[in-house]
């Protein structure tokens, strides 16, 4: 992400796969069109020899929407730079790792570092940082919001981690007003009730307004027309979108990060995008998408509110379907939902035994993944 948390790239645990199986599975995600629907979106690979990289790789993959990470200590074998310089010059981008030891003396080609920060910010990365100007460098593995902060202060511009799961301590939301008001017009939508109540409570918050005009005016909508009243947005956006923006705006109002989204916001994205595709695939209608949309966005709200799950869920009046694949998983919902949370887990939490168990295929499950990444990097761009 960078600091605005908009999705930047995707970086796959491949473990100890070797590379010509790594370009396999790259090969395949590009048959599933990872490439041509993630727009703007690069894979990063961490490439242990990138010797054994094949030379004609350019003719497999879109080298432009890659970056390689290569050891400070391989980049100074001749042979590999001799590789690096290759695959720079048909589009790929470098990015210097594991450089602890190394200061000033890394690759002369490098334009790019990153830094394992899952402990501190290595005193040793600004340096390099300043002699390599203008790179949008990596900070890796950050483990909470602190030091998240701290690589933004240091100058790094991208960020990957978990501090999105570990907010600040004083991060229990926005004011209760704020929060009340929200809930109460997740109410409302639910119980479909009539627009000029649901205008009455956009006007008494000039941000969540503002936010609406904002919405029903973005490119995801495609509006043309100009919108001169609340309910005229409200009926532009419709009941069933307007609930899951909705949704989606109790985690992108409660923080001020930097100008951009609250952290939380994008992995409560993911998560609802990926439930209601999986839910898709095993055949779901509208009322069981929309549930398996709102067990994943409501499923890190005990992280946004500082506050027991159970506690939080409470004003919303779920159903017992929903109550309980969030509080127990139980049930499909709750089966899809212990999937879901692994999706953007190392892969030794991963279990692809629930893959089965969902009744799905590997091919339906990357086309799940790749789907909801899809909107996530919509979402990013139009909050």
Known sequence: ???????LALQADFGALPVSEVIGVLQFLQEKEIFSRLTGISVLIRAADPVLIPADIDTRLPLARLLLSISAKSAEDKEVQTRLKHFSSHGARIVIDDIEAYDNAIWEGAKKISADCSKDIPAHAKP???RLHGGNHIAQNLPNAALQEQANEAGFKWFSGDYAFHPPVNNKAADATAR???LKLLGLVARDAESRELEELFKQDATLSFMLFKLVSSAAFAQTVRVSSFG???NLLGRRQLQRWLQLLLYAR???HHGGLNPLMPRAAFRAALMEAICLKRGGNKDELDCAFMVGMFSLLDKLFGNPLIEVLQPLNLNSDVLNALLQKSGTLGKSLD???RADRPFKDFNPGLIEELGLSADDYYECVITAYAWVNQVCQDM
């Not at 992400?1 to 999705?7: D, H």
């Open 1 to 7: 992400m960078n600091s605005k948390q908009q999705l």
């Open 128 to 130: 390099l940082m300043i």
């Open 180 to 182: 009340t008001r929200l």
């Open 232 to 234: 005229q947005a409200i």
């Open 254 to 256: 409660q923080q001020d």
């Open 339 to 341: 999937l879901v949370e």
